[in-house]
């Protein structure tokens, strides 16, 4: 209903001025003139719904209302604090009420109607904010006397992502309340994507690209790049934008993480992390779920020092994970399942299907002097995932399958020394994670952990009866380390990303060499570079 309503939702772009223009040109005219005039930049179909408009004034008028204002060109939102608002006669426009007090570059101007602030914060807000607020229907707005907004309403804003997909300027909102549903809509092909780890509906992508990153440590101490871009360098985000851009790579389908986002599982990391995916998610236009992300031994916390692998573990494993789980109910907007994994659907340039999953290879239950960050996966994680995602041991043809996660399958450093106490790099249940990729035709598996990139190519039976009735063939790529901090690097000696970009008949992948200063060229020879052809189908 209408008269629940209690605020709104304003939609921007900074179109004339650099990104960040807009909110800071109108902060300008508040520091100078205590408070400044906002035009409502209105869509062909939309009017001004003069009544609610009229009650909202009235909200304002006892204490200024609360508003926000939605950036789409970069998916941020600010909030304000609305004096009023004026609009003229139905159908008409009006210049600024006051042009010495609106921003230079639009003050001669007509619109629809104007909002007067007195504060714009400077600072964007978290974007989990959005998940309080849940839009009502206002058929007034529209031309037509009706919203094709239907499946919005009773239901929380999910994330700016959600709003800049919908053909609207303004949102008019309510605080949610239970019962007001939680899942994500996206319009793409009229799908509704509800929160979900392993998604049964594929991610229908235009690009063929996704990109790999791994151990990026963020932290104030082991990360290599600057938290914040200046004038010298540039933060992870920015540099992995610069990079694809000077490689000729306008778009991206989807972005896998394997592990170690963390040096010591905090908060504060943590929220490092979040803002990384925040800001390419910025500049790729990348939903959440396009995302997969796994967990390594640096982020579950077995002590007050995880990054101090011979330290005692002093944190149960359920406590070990909460810092995690937070940043993945931050990311994906549900709980994690108990195993940390997940699992994506790809179609790439609209054609090519690959299915990805993601596991946590830190499964295995810590023990003091033991047990501190061995890699584990287990076989009830594996069966689960294998189940979630509907896999069986067909031997039909089956989309291109990715295996995710962070400790090493195969050996990659040279040599690891026998020392009592020593975390080595090697999955526990190496053996078994590949009888499981074999039965399941799972044809690359990615991981980082030990900072120093490395391939390997495998021959796996297939049984039948107990004779061999034929090999499947996998590739096992290390990534190394996109973000550790110079001496932390393994032989490679430098940071690194991975880009996967699919074909017709086969995968190219090249890990790339990247720098917070140094942009990347399109004549720079990849750190490591093979491609995959795609694999018929096994005889039976």
Same mark, same amino acid.
């Given at each position: 209903?209408?008269?629940?309503?209690?605020?709104?939702?304003?939609?921007?772009?900074?179109?004339?001025?650099?990104?960040?223009?807009?909110?800071?040109?109108?902060?300008? +005219?508040?520091?100078?003139?205590?408070? +400044?005039?906002?035009?409502?930049?209105?869509?062909?179909?939309?009017?001004?719904?003069?009544?609610?408009?009229?009650?909202?004034?009235?909200?304002?008028?006892?204490?200024?209302?609360?508003?926000?204002?939605?950036?789409?060109? $970069?998916?941020?939102?600010?909030?304000?604090?609305?004096?009023?608002?004026?609009?003229?006669?139905?159908?008409?426009?009006?210049?600024?009420?006051?042009?010495?007090? =609106?921003?230079? @570059?639009?003050?001669?101007?007509?619109?629809?109607?104007?909002?007067?602030?007195?504060?714009?914060?400077?600072?964007?807000?978290?974007?989990?904010? %959005?998940?309080?607020?849940?839009?009502?229907?206002?058929?007034?707005?529209?031309?037509?006397?009706?919203?094709?907004?239907?499946?919005?309403?009773?239901?929380?804003? @999910?994330?700016?992502?959600?709003?800049?997909?919908?053909?609207?300027?303004?949102?008019? +909102?309510?605080?949610?309340?239970?019962?007001?549903?939680?899942?994500?809509?996206?319009? %793409?092909?009229?799908?509704?994507? /509800?929160?979900?780890?392993?998604?049964?509906?594929?991610?229908?992508?235009?690009?063929?690209?996704?990109?790999?990153?791994?151990?990026?440590?963020?932290?104030?101490?082991?990360?290599?790049?600057? %938290?914040? =871009?200046? /004038?010298?360098?540039?933060?992870?985000?920015?540099?992995?934008?610069?990079?694809? $851009?000077?490689?000729?790579?306008?778009?991206?389908?989807?972005?896998?993480?394997?592990?170690?986002?963390?040096?010591? /599982?905090?908060?504060?990391? *943590?929220?490092?992390?979040?803002? *990384?995916?925040?800001?390419?998610?910025?500049?790729?236009?990348?939903?959440?779920?396009?995302?997969?992300?796994?967990?390594?031994?640096?982020?579950?916390?077995?002590?007050?020092?995880?990054?101090?692998?011979?330290?005692?573990?002093?944190?149960?494993?359920?406590?070990?994970?909460?810092?995690?789980?937070?940043?993945?109910?931050?990311? @994906?907007?549900?709980?994690?399942?108990?195993?940390?994994?997940?699992?994506?659907?790809?179609?790439?340039?609209?054609?090519?299907?690959?299915?990805?999953?993601?596991?946590?290879?830190?499964?295995? $239950?810590?023990?003091?002097?033991?047990?501190?960050?061995?890699?584990?996966?287990?076989?009830?994680?594996?069966?689960?995932?294998?189940?979630?995602?509907?896999?069986?041991?067909?031997?039909?043809?089956?989309?291109?399958?990715?295996?995710?996660?962070?400790?090493?399958?195969?050996?990659?450093?040279?040599?690891?020394?026998?020392?009592?106490?020593?975390?080595?790099?090697?999955?526990?249940?190496?053996?078994?994670?590949?009888?499981?990729?074999?039965?399941?035709?799972?044809?690359?598996?990615?991981?980082?952990?030990?900072?120093?990139?490395?391939?390997?190519?495998?021959?796996?039976?297939?049984?039948?009866?107990?004779?061999?009735?034929?090999?499947?063939?996998?590739?096992?790529?290390?990534?190394?380390?996109?973000?550790?901090?110079?001496?932390?690097?393994?032989?490679?000696?430098?940071?690194?990303?991975?880009?996967?970009?699919?074909?017709?008949?086969?995968?190219?992948?090249?890990? $790339?060499?990247?720098?917070?200063?140094?942009?990347?060229?399109?004549?720079?020879?990849?750190?490591?570079?093979? =491609?995959?052809?795609?694999?018929?189908?096994?005889?039976?």
């Amino acid at each position: 209903m209408e008269n629940e309503i209690t605020t709104l939702v304003l939609r921007f772009r900074d179109l004339t001025t650099p990104p960040g223009g807009t909110i800071a040109a109108h902060r300008e +005219v508040i520091a100078d003139r205590g408070f +400044v005039w906002w035009g409502w930049w209105n869509k062909f179909g939309e009017k001004v719904p003069a009544e609610l408009f009229q009650r909202l004034n009235t909200l304002a008028a006892g204490s200024e209302l609360e508003l926000y204002l939605f950036d789409s060109g $970069q998916e941020l939102v600010y909030r304000a604090a609305c004096a009023t608002i004026v609009w003229p006669q139905e159908g008409e426009r009006m210049p600024s009420p006051d042009p010495a007090a =609106t921003p230079e @570059y639009y003050r001669d101007q007509q619109y629809r109607a104007w909002f007067r602030f007195s504060r714009i914060d400077e600072e964007p807000l978290d974007p989990t904010l %959005l998940n309080e607020l849940t839009p009502v229907r206002v058929d007034e707005f529209f031309s037509s006397g009706e919203s094709t907004y239907g499946d919005f309403y009773a239901k929380v804003i @999910y994330s700016p992502a959600e709003l800049r997909q919908q053909d609207r300027t303004i949102w008019f +909102v309510r605080a949610a309340v239970t019962g007001d549903k939680r899942h994500e809509i996206r319009l %793409l092909g009229a799908k509704k994507v /509800a929160p979900s780890h392993f998604a049964r509906d594929p991610i229908d992508a235009a690009s063929s690209l996704l990109v790999w990153v791994s151990d990026p440590h963020f932290s104030e101490d082991h990360h290599a790049f600057p %938290l914040k =871009t200046d /004038a010298a360098a540039s933060e992870l985000a920015g540099a992995l934008e610069r990079d694809l $851009q000077r490689l000729g790579l306008s778009s991206v389908a989807g972005m896998v993480i394997s592990g170690d986002l963390t040096w010591r /599982a905090t908060d504060e990391e *943590f929220a490092l992390a979040s803002e *990384f995916i925040r800001q390419t998610r910025s500049w790729s236009r990348l939903e959440p779920y396009q995302y997969v992300v796994v967990p390594g031994n640096h982020d579950l916390a077995f002590s007050e020092s995880p990054d101090e692998k011979g330290r005692p573990v002093e944190v149960a494993t359920d406590q070990a994970r909460t810092a995690y789980e937070h940043f993945y109910r931050d990311t @994906y907007f549900l709980d994690p399942n108990p195993y940390l994994s997940l699992g994506r659907r790809y179609l790439l340039a609209r054609a090519i299907p690959v299915e990805v999953v993601g596991l946590n290879s830190s499964f295995l $239950q810590q023990d003091a002097e033991m047990f501190q960050g061995h890699g584990f996966l287990g076989e009830d994680q594996l069966s689960d995932a294998a189940t979630q995602m509907g896999w069986n041991d067909s031997r039909e043809v089956v989309p291109f399958r990715i295996a995710v996660l962070h400790h090493h399958v195969v050996p990659v450093v040279h040599r690891e020394p026998p020392v009592a106490g020593h975390v080595y790099s090697l999955v526990l249940d190496a053996g078994a994670l590949l009888r499981w990729s074999a039965r399941y035709r799972v044809s690359l598996i990615l991981h980082g952990h030990m900072h120093q990139p490395a391939v390997t190519r495998l021959a796996l039976p297939i049984q039948t009866g107990g004779r061999i009735r034929d090999w499947h063939r996998l590739t096992v790529a290390g990534m190394g380390s996109s973000g550790a901090a110079r001496d932390l690097l393994g032989d490679v000696g430098r940071n690194v990303i991975g880009l996967l970009r699919f074909g017709q008949d086969s995968v190219d992948v090249s890990i $790339q060499h990247i720098d917070p200063t140094r942009p990347a060229e399109p004549a720079d020879e990849p750190v490591l570079a093979f =491609t995959m052809p795609y694999a018929a189908p096994p005889q039976r």
